[in-house]
């Protein structure tokens, strides 16, 4: 199982290589909330999410000749573009196999950063199989989205920033809240908090629908979505737990929640109106989640993370089509 | 003259009380600028743009029986917003003079913050009589949205803030682009930058019909803009350069920059697209700049102050009636 050492030794990987994000804190969301709220805004890291952390720590530790032929992944967007962003750092090539229906915004930035694009059909195939196959004709190495604990690792580099911006401002947080697709986030930094700061209550969010982990941790084994469900977090519908983040995830977190498409396109206008922020619907499920009052903070103060901010422009002004007597 | 010190004793009065918002840096607003940028995000401040700096600062200096009486100022929404979150920090009333087509989010966060809106007709009213009138009546001291030196002080605490943060990040800036209204922010940034950073060049950016201060830089004295002129830059639409601020600006600036529309609307996409913030046109007019090729960086590093992100959502989602075709 993942230790805290693999987290530490990815920040010294990652040290001057990625953004520090700010944890910020808004007076009328803390009102909105009920409590006090601080955002860890991992939509200002390079690429516009999280991933960019996972995949640098995992092709970083990559032995120098494996990592010269080059290294290959699937993904829905923001784990595309992480990818592409180490691997063209490390001036390697990448290919990414990726839905056709993915948003524009993500594919044209991951072929702005050099990747080569590889389209399938989601209904029809099978994207691990495709890039298994690409890796065993090139030699290129997998970097799966969440599933490894090199990703793992890299992700929970933001529980040890955290907790420093946490211990430097001398606010003491209760609770955290954490998007979830694959667990892989909220794995590596449930795993560095279980160390550093082992008094947190750590909570998955989900989309309603998408709350596979929330009712995985319930029944104490990994249980499936149903397949026809829809969301506007199209960042984090995965179908399963991961098999390597549930277990850490099933040791580290104290429970979940799932959110609506109403709330989480509240959660955005709010974040966008008041916090200044662009926050991509999965990566707001958070704010969602206590705007909604699926908690109730009673004056405790909650960590959310930001996760990501890759939204299409037209999407947004669209409202994701989500009808407004819904938010 | 506005002195450096007053600056440092602005930075003291401010500590734990504000937002040390950060620099931040994007590879691809980089790559379209032709240089490197790092923007100083005061959109992530305390009510959404840099005016709660001076606003504090100047209340802050008040003596306390002074402050007790409360204060009164005119605004069309960022430093109306300051001032009532610098007022409430304080506990004394606060009343705001305000045109009546004020963009309705800046009035409703004036009025969430406690502060007594008095509405006047942008045409027919002379809101500086107003305040005073007010001012002469109860006793409260009026906060000039800049022809002031505490107000312009508090706004140079941003160059105290940025100096460190270059240093501490090892960059070496050349440049420095900045929004201009009346122009307390850049008068107060150059002062603290003049003694901190003295090869730094300063450029104003102003809305195109609204270069006062441009213009008043080239001849050496205060000119007024036309009074037909439009611009979706409410924020920084002002007659003329102020009293107090432009002999500042005079002995400080290398010159300036007007922006049109539709070069201001691609800077906030892009901003939103890549960077992940909000900023309103007037605070956006500094990558406006870039984008439109006002100045050629040439590998150069400049920074681009982000002074505020007050939009209307619904403005922002009908591009604020700005044509796709100019963008």
Not at 1 to 27: N, Q, W
Not at 146 to 175: F, H, K, V, W
Not at 227 to 241: E, F, L, Q
Not at 296 to 324: P, Q, Y
């Amino acid at each position: 199982m993942l230790s805290f050492d693999s987290i530490a030794e990815a920040c010294a990987r990652l040290k001057g290589r990625h953004v520090v994000t700010p944890l910020l804190e808004y007076e009328p969301l803390n009102e909105m909330s009920g409590g006090r709220v601080l955002f860890k805004a991992e939509n200002l890291q390079k690429t516009g999410s999280f991933k960019f952390r996972g995949a640098f720590n995992k092709i970083a530790s990559l032995d120098p000749a494996a990592r010269r032929r080059g290294v290959v992944t699937y993904s829905s967007g923001n784990h595309a573009q992480g990818v592409a962003a180490a691997a063209k750092a490390f001036g390697v090539p990448a290919t990414v196999v990726m839905p056709q229906d993915a948003p524009a915004l993500k594919r044209k930035n991951t072929e702005r950063l050099g990747a080569t694009v590889v389209l399938y059909d989601r209904r029809t195939g099978d994207r691990k199989a495709i890039a298994e196959k690409i890796g065993a004709e090139t030699g290129a190495v997998i970097v799966p989205p969440y599933d490894d604990e090199m990703i793992i690792a890299g992700q929970g580099t933001i529980g040890i920033e955290l907790s420093r911006q946490l211990d430097e401002a001398s606010i003491a947080a209760d609770l955290l809240l954490c998007p979830v697709g694959g667990g892989g986030l909220i794995a590596g930094i449930s795993t560095a908090l279980r160390t550093l700061m082992p008094h947190m209550r750590i909570y998955c969010v989900e989309p309603a629908g998408f709350d596979d982990t929330r009712r995985s941790l319930e029944e104490r084994r990994r249980v499936a979505n149903a397949p026809d469900a829809s969301s506007i977090c199209d960042a984090i519908v995965t179908a399963m737990p991961g098999e390597v983040t549930f277990p850490i995830n099933l040791a580290n977190l104290a429970g979940g929640f799932a959110v609506g498409d109403g709330d989480v396109a509240r959660a955005v206008d709010a974040l966008f109106e008041i916090a200044k922020l662009v926050v991509e619907p999965g990566g707001a499920v958070g704010l969602a989640a206590l705007l909604g009052r699926r908690l109730e903070l009673d004056g405790r103060t909650a960590v959310v993370v930001l996760s990501g901010g890759n939204v299409d422009i037209a999407a947004f002004r669209s409202r994701f089509g989500v009808k407004s007597d819904m938010i």
